[in-house]
């Protein structure tokens, strides 16, 4: 059994790299084996290749879907009607949504699950904003609630 | 019949790495403008790192780029080293020439397979080629994971390299990790061959406008970790303290990225500069790949750069067989890479996979950074793009509209473009 949790995004783009900062605080924990945490950062293509030869995989990522700043939501690619070609959205022109779908046309199946943060500032800095800074622990809780879940078999996910 | 007018914009060009526009407008058959127009925010890098300490300068500055972030970890790196008089080991050097090989394969399977294919294989994107070509989206795959499974393997992961930090590593590899990858080093053999190929029955627009190229020499190796800087018209060499020297950067106003020049209006750097400059270094097999691929010297075709980022990626792929049995015949020893930080000031100089990368530090007495300087190579190509796209325009009159754009689309393309750090959240609309 392989699962990883991911964190994506660029750290000197403020909340942009919320994935990359949960990850850094994901890495100081013990995992049961088989679980993997990973920061992926801006290297979508690399993101593809981990998806290979997984069986789930949990993405954290700054997701902007107009909730308040700090929102954490919780959810799967099925539940998403639209990944949006927003100006500044650039998974250096691959976009997640996209990359899943290579994935999954290239035979890459693993169980995927979303963590997501809404942002607050993205521009240049390393700093979180303090609406994100402050969901940091509920981005952890969840994570290790979702691995949980994975590892103790009750997979597929549960609808949250 | 030739087209007299033309207007074209080309808003946020797909599959390079970041935002930029093309802009063309002929009247009454005068080009009254070709440019590249970049609309990334202005470099940032300067007010980032100001006070920060010598300890974090490469991890903050391995985040400029997902894709190259071993180039400015060690361009940082070496700038740190050499402003405070830090010697590196042979074992050190070894295993930082062994990482550049796993980064610049990377980040050429990328823009090779994933960019540049798709318009020889005639599709929008590599999503469309998983049905029409899909062993070509798995070699590509295969070697991505080989390169970035190295670069995990010699710093931790590749797109933030831990491990690496002044004065050396504190990690190094196992013996048998290191076999194990010569083994599927080895065995990429079969998929470069079919690269080869692949690249070999899809030629190219034919153009060429002479250009000076510019990038790092070493005397004993084909150089992207270490060297002094070299111009293909001149033939000589600066040593990196001197690189203002040959970037003379300038503003020019339709881009927020600052143009480069040197012997000429403009210079091009990046796999075909290195090829160029560096030729006689390849390895055999690379220049074998280079022969059938219709490769000569000199080559002043600017989409003949994906050709040579072909020839690099095998070059690599021997290159890192060598290294591998170097360092393994050595033996590995662990390190304490161990720095006593003092004011000063320094240089690094190192090839990017998109060309010359500088990184230029002054530290106080407490090794904190009181300023810095970073030239990127994308920014570098900017002028020569300009000056392709004035010369190209006019050759492609007597085609329709929408081949015109193409064409300057690839053309771009080819610089393989890093108009870097862009943000990327992600922006979703749930099923309510």
Redesign the interface.
């Known amino acids: 059994m392989k699962f990883r949790i991911l964190g994506?995004?660029?750290?000197?783009?403020r909340?942009?790299g919320v994935g990359?900062h949960a990850v850094r605080e994901l890495a100081q924990r013990d995992w049961p084996p088989g679980v993997e945490v990973?920061?992926?950062?801006?290297?979508?293509?690399?993101l593809?290749?981990f998806l290979?030869d997984a069986e789930g995989v949990l993405l954290i990522?700054?997701?902007?879907?107009g909730k308040a700043p700090g929102t954490v939501v919780t959810?799967s690619p099925e539940?998403?009607?639209?990944?949006?070609e927003?100006?500044?959205?650039?998974?250096?022109?691959?976009?997640?949504?996209?990359l899943l779908?290579?994935a999954q046309?290239?035979g890459f199946c693993p169980a995927v699950r979303?963590v997501?943060i809404q942002?607050a500032d993205?521009g240049?800095g390393?700093e979180l904003s303090p609406p994100v800074a402050a969901a940091l622990p509920e981005v952890v809780r969840t994570v290790e609630r979702e691995v949980t879940h994975w590892v103790s078999g009750r997979k597929p996910w549960a609808k949250s | 019949m030739a087209v007299t007018d033309l207007n074209i914009e080309v808003h946020h060009l797909t599959r390079v790495e970041g935002h930029g526009n093309i802009v063309v407008d002929l009247k009454a058959g005068r080009l009254e403008k070709a440019i590249f127009n970049v609309v990334e925010a202005p470099r940032f890098f300067e007010a980032f790192v100001r006070g920060r300490s010598y300890e974090e300068m490469s991890t903050i500055t391995s985040r400029i780029c997902g894709i190259c972030a071993v180039s400015h970890t060690c361009a940082s790196l070496r700038a740190t080293e050499a402003a405070m008089g830090i010697e590196i080991s042979e074992q050190t050097r070894l295993l930082r020439l062994l990482i550049f090989n796993g980064e610049m394969i990377s980040s050429h399977v990328l823009h090779f397979y994933y960019l540049a294919a798709p318009d020889l294989l005639g599709v929008k994107s590599v999503l469309p080629l998983v049905a029409t070509h899909p062993e070509v989206v798995r070699r590509a795959m295969r070697l991505k994971r080989l390169s970035y499974d190295l670069c995990a393997i010699l710093a931790g992961r590749h797109t933030h390299p831990v491990a690496m930090v002044p004065g050396g590593f504190t990690h190094i590899p196992k013996p048998e990790e290191l076999r194990a990858i010569r083994e599927r080093f080895v065995a990429a053999r079969e998929d470069l061959q079919e690269t080869v190929a692949l690249f070999q029955a899809r030629p190219f627009p034919q153009f060429e406008r002479p250009t000076e190229y510019v990038s790092i020499t070493h005397p004993e190796r084909y150089a992207f970790y270490e060297g002094d800087i070299k111009s293909s018209d001149t033939g000589e060499t600066l040593p990196p303290e001197r690189y203002k020297e040959a970037t003379n950067e300038h503003i020019v106003p339709h881009s927020t990225a600052k143009h480069a020049r040197w012997h000429r209006d403009s210079y091009a750097v990046g796999a075909l500069a290195r090829v160029t400059n560096n030729y006689d270094q390849l390895h055999p097999a690379a220049k074998e790949a280079a022969e059938a691929l219709g490769f000569s010297l000199p080559c002043y075709n600017p989409f003949m750069n994906n050709v040579a980022q072909v020839i690099e990626t095998v070059h690599c792929v021997e290159d890192s067989i060598l290294l591998i049995d170097q360092i393994l015949d050595r033996g590995l020893e662990p390190e304490e890479p161990h720095v006593e930080p003092r004011a000063g000031e320094g240089v690094g100089v190192v090839e990017a996979p998109r060309g010359i990368l500088f990184h230029h530090y002054e530290y106080d007495d407490h090794g904190k950074c009181v300023k810095a300087n970073c030239v990127i190579p994308t920014a570098q190509n900017y002028g020569n793009i300009d000056r392709d796209l004035q010369a190209f325009v006019p050759q492609l009159l007597d085609k329709p509209k929408e081949d015109i754009t193409l064409n300057l689309e690839m053309l771009v393309r080819s610089y393989d473009p890093c108009i870097s750090c862009s943000a990327h959240l992600l922006e979703v609309e749930f099923i309510e």
């Open positions: 994506v995004g660029n750290p000197l783009r909340d942009d990359v990973i920061d992926v950062g801006t290297d979508g293509f690399a593809v290749t290979q990522d700054a997701v902007a879907c959810f539940d998403v009607r639209s990944w949006m927003g100006g500044s959205l650039s998974l250096h022109e691959a976009k997640v949504g996209p779908q290579l046309a290239l979303l997501g942002p993205w240049w390393q």
